[in-house]
């Protein structure tokens, strides 16, 4: 799929809903498996700054990812 035909398909409304609804499930999905496998395996005080970090990523992405989609649905 190319530029042209993304930015076409994402001018959907019902397209861009369900592409925001995927990133924020999978941006949570990421998260939570990531936070489950630092608690198992790290085993120190840098625990807490290592599951910060993967929240702040997570979100990071996530609303960066949103905020493409959103442009690109309503700009074009």
Known sequence: MDH???TIWLGAPVNAILMVL???AA???TALGLQVIAEDYIHSRSRFIVVAFVQL???TGGAAGI???LLIAIIG
Request: net charge neutral; proline share 0%; charged share 0%.
């Open 4 to 6: 042209t035909a993304l």
């Open 57 to 59: 990523a997570c979100v």
């Open 67 to 69: 905020l493409a989609t």
């Open 22 to 24: 995927l990133l924020i």
């Open 27 to 29: 941006f949570h999905h």
